[in-house]
């Protein structure tokens, strides 16, 4: 009964699986971190030092797991996809979560030749599918009636973003081996920013605890992408000069992926029994 009006049986079960399914792809977004980190650190613990990055475990034993992860996230986002604002920024920061995996970090500021065809194959795939991925995802859109503005907007992002790394690569590939992990990397953890920080002031958003929260991981998540640039610029400029023995990129990774977890967290928390669980 609701509000004194009996509600079919059907609409309760369709509702609950709704719920339960929102919350395992939430969950899942929180394993996939999990196996990232531990994979890494397993890494770091049998050679006794820890790695430069959490990146460069795609040179370690643990890229199967880091690749996996990213991938694993890239289709959670997906299957997380709705028409509001937030929505259709995880859909664009769902395409470059395979990039991150595709596009591996510079090693002494160069991707060594022994991957670089990894990379190329990588990428004709990533486009491939791509393409046909949003071609059909237009299709069915059109086909529910839900082929809005904003759902055009967002394919057009997609597609920019599908089109345009492999072309970069194919422009200057020196360049994207070079620049184009970075560049996944911190426009990814910018969108997340985004969304946390649309949840913390919407108008409709939620209870004021988890919207100060919610503020305080994109803040935080800008700040952890501020310092990685500039790390970066400076390592560009005079490598020496972060040579500190500090592991600083590392170091601003994991605050970036605990911050990505604590934003999920609290989604999951928010949206456990709520009757619309999607991403507000």
Same mark, same amino acid.
């Given at each position: 009964? !609701? ?34 980190? !531990? ?79 990894? !990379? ?161």
């Amino acid at each position: 009964m !609701v509000g004194g009006t009996a509600v079919p049986v059907t609409q309760v079960a369709a509702a609950t699986s709704l719920a339960r399914t929102y919350r395992y792809v939430r969950l899942a977004i929180l394993g996939a971190v999990l196996a990232l980190l !531990v994979s890494v650190a397993a890494v770091a613990i049998d050679v006794g030092t820890a790695p430069e990055s959490l990146s460069a475990g795609f040179y370690t034993p643990a890229r199967t797991v880091f690749t996996g992860s990213l991938f694993a996230v890239s289709l959670a986002l997906l299957a997380l996809s709705g028409r509001s604002v937030p929505q259709a920024l995880l859909d664009v920061a769902a395409v470059l979560a395979p990039l991150i995996a595709i596009i591996p970090t510079p090693v002494g500021g160069v991707v060594p030749a022994a991957v670089q065809a990894d !990379v190329v194959n990588g990428l004709i795939t990533f486009a491939i599918v791509g393409v046909a991925a949003l071609v059909a995802a237009l299709f069915v859109a059109r086909a529910q009636r839900t082929l809005t503005r904003g759902v055009l907007a967002t394919a057009g992002a997609a597609s920019g973003l599908i089109v345009g790394f492999p072309l970069w690569a194919a422009v200057d590939q020196e360049s994207l081996l070079r620049f184009g992990h970075l560049a996944a990397t911190l426009a990814f953890f910018a969108l997340i920013a985004a969304v946390a920080g649309w949840t913390a002031w919407a108008p409709s958003s939620s209870r004021p605890t988890a919207r100060a929260i919610y503020g305080a991981i994109a803040v935080g998540i800008l700040a952890a992408i501020g310092f990685l640039f500039v790390v970066f610029v400076l390592s560009v400029a005079d490598p020496r000069g972060v040579a500190t023995g500090v592991p600083l990129v590392l170091i601003g990774e994991v605050v970036l992926l605990l911050l990505f977890s604590a934003f999920w967290i609290v989604e999951t928390v928010q949206t456990w029994s709520d009757p619309d669980p999607t991403v507000r």
